[in-house]
């Protein structure tokens, strides 16, 4: 089993940064792990996604250049730094966790989800 705890989530003006933490407890934290988005009346969608040792990343079109996930296994943490904010980015943040080693970027493929943490971007 694993747990995961996200935070970091809050209200930001358009342009703002912010950046979301995902704690890890329970098994062996070097996994693949990820983040997902989901906003009011739509699907869950991908955001970035980092494979077991952090040298691998991948992000969806609409956040790439903007936000960086990154890890320390040591603390056994997921962070999404999220710069250049826009209101389309408003959504509760998922970070999930996945028994495998490389980059996962179907939710599926996710074994362990944490609760979330809105995000609010104001225009």
């Known amino acids: 089993q694993v747990q995961l705890v996200e935070s970091g989530g809050g209200l930001v003006q358009a342009g703002g940064s912010l950046r979301l933490s995902c704690a890890a407890s329970?098994?062996?934290?070097?996994?693949?792990m990820g983040w997902f988005r989901q906003a009011p009346g739509k699907e869950r969608e991908f955001v970035a996604a980092?494979?077991?040792?952090?040298?691998?990343?991948y992000y969806a079109e609409s956040v790439k250049g903007r936000f960086t996930i990154s890890r320390d296994n040591a603390k056994r943490t997921l962070y999404l730094q999220m710069n250049g904010l826009k209101p389309e980015d408003t959504a509760v943040y998922y970070c999930?966790?996945?028994?495998?080693?490389?980059?996962?970027?179907?939710?599926?493929?996710?074994?362990?989800w944490g609760q979330g943490t809105q995000v609010t971007v104001s225009s």
């Open positions: 980092i494979n077991w040792s952090g040298g691998s990343t």
């Open positions: 329970g098994r062996t934290f070097s996994y693949a």
């Open positions: 999930a966790f996945a028994n495998q080693l490389g980059t996962v970027v179907a939710g599926n493929e996710y074994d362990y």
